[in-house]
């Protein structure tokens, strides 16, 4: 029975006030009889990257111009104002960015988005009341703003009420929510812009995770800062970091991610993963907590691994996407999984598709990926049409399922 989607969507309102590719995807609106339509109806987007927040998803097409899509309460689509929906501020299909801008990638955080046009500057858009956005203030911003400081960036990650990004020259810079410490400056004072990160490290990427953060340095390794309590930091304890910690391995990370209360990266091929395991969000195959980085079961090798809200999805090197943890609403992906089920292991998303890259949400039910041929596909809640599908929100889609042409 769905739940937790309104339940969700109603702590976010209160939050506010205070594989080959499918020869037609079955969004494809069906021209072939109107020889009119067929000149003017929008073809779905060629996708580079698709982020997925609590209820909302932007991405980037290979045209680099920005679209989001799901709610807009905050403003995190950043359309500069209100969608034209007359069901409520929302959209179920993407909807362009405006400014005129032109990016490279976006983030999207809980309720809040970023991104790094293509000359690497930041710009953010939605709910600010936490300095999420970095623009020296606390007001929500209904279309991109500049971060503040005027630096040139290269690698960018909206967290859950926090952002962390990387300079060209690999310094790294955190703003917005610093209660446990998670911006890295030795403080848990929230700065209204970016401060850097501490410990004279120079990065390759950071990602903002819920409370915790964690970045791969020039010499891949990693190291991370802020809330401790599951072991998410990796440096075999429970202590709360201010500053960064190295994680307890001497292994070299080609790739990081951090969930809400997890976090996972690939080393050599092999997927590790560390922090909470309630639902199985390790891939260990058991429920057992581990406060160092720890093997993903299964021999898989892996590209990418995304870490999300007790869950954690990943993409193996050739191409097939992979999902385990809790499994609400059917954001695994394997056709099967909604309600309260979890897989302790990696469990194949259901379709067929080969898979660039999929991205998991932070406090969210919802799942996106972009395959090998630059189409996005999302799966899972949809409470509030942010999977994208323009087939109407409020049931779950339990097995990929392509994103509409733009509005």
């Known amino acids: 029975m769905k739940q937790s989607g309104p339940v969700l969507a109603a702590v976010f309102i209160a939050t506010v006030a205070g594989c080959g590719e499918q020869s037609q995807s079955p969004s494809t609106p069906d021209v072939s009889q109107d020889p009119l339509n067929a000149v003017t109806a ?19 097409t290979t045209g680099d111009l920005a679209y989001c899509w799901g709610t807009n309460f905050a403003g995190e689509l950043g359309i500069g104002g209100p969608s034209s929906n007359p069901d409520g501020d929302f959209t179920n299909r993407p909807i362009a960015v405006v400014g005129g801008l032109h990016f490279s990638m976006v983030s999207a955080g809980t309720f809040h988005a970023c991104g790094l046009t293509t000359d690497g500057r930041a710009f953010c858009w939605g709910l600010n009341t936490g300095a999420a956005l970095g623009d020296g203030t606390r007001t929500n ?25 990387v300079t060209t020259t690999n310094l ?49 390794l990693v190291y991370c800062w802020g809330d401790n309590t599951y072991g998410q930091l990796g440096d075999g304890t429970r202590i709360q970091r201010l500053l960064p910690v190295k994680v307890n391995s001497a292994l070299q990370f080609g790739q990081l991610s951090t969930g809400k209360l997890h976090s996972c990266g690939v080393a050599d091929g092999k997927g590790y993963c560390w922090g909470r395991n309630r639902w199985g969000n390790l891939g260990d195959g058991t429920m057992d907590r581990h406060e160092t980085p720890f093997p993903v079961t299964g021999g898989l090798r892996f590209a990418g691994l995304s870490a999300g809200f007790d869950y954690t999805c990943g993409v193996t090197t050739n191409k097939v996407a992979y999902c385990w943890g809790q499994g609400n609403f059917g954001r695994l992906g394997d056709g099967q999984s909604a309600g309260n089920d979890f897989k302790l292991t990696p469990t194949a998303v259901a379709g067929g598709l080969l898979f660039s890259s999929v991205n998991t949400s932070l406090r969210g039910w919802t799942t996106c990926g972009v395959t090998t041929g630059a189409k996005g596909y999302c799966w899972g809640d949809n409470f509030i049409g942010q999977v994208g599908d323009g087939q109407g929100q409020g049931d779950s889609r339990l097995a990929p399922s392509a994103v509409a042409a733009p509005e």
């Open 42 to 60: 929008a073809a779905p987007l060629s996708f580079r990257q698709i982020s997925i927040g609590a209820n909302h998803a932007c991405g980037t």
């Open 141 to 165: 911003r209904d279309r991109p703003v500049a971060v503040a400081g005027g630096r040139l960036y290269r690698q960018l990650r909206a967290g859950d009420l926090h952002t962390c990004a």
């Open 172 to 220: 790294a810079f955190c703003w917005g929510d610093n209660g446990y410490g998670q911006l890295g400056d030795g403080t848990t004072h929230g700065p209204l812009r970016p401060v850097r990160v501490g410990g004279g490290l120079h990065f390759l990427s950071v990602f903002a995770g819920g409370n915790h953060t964690c970045g791969r340095t020039t010499t891949s």
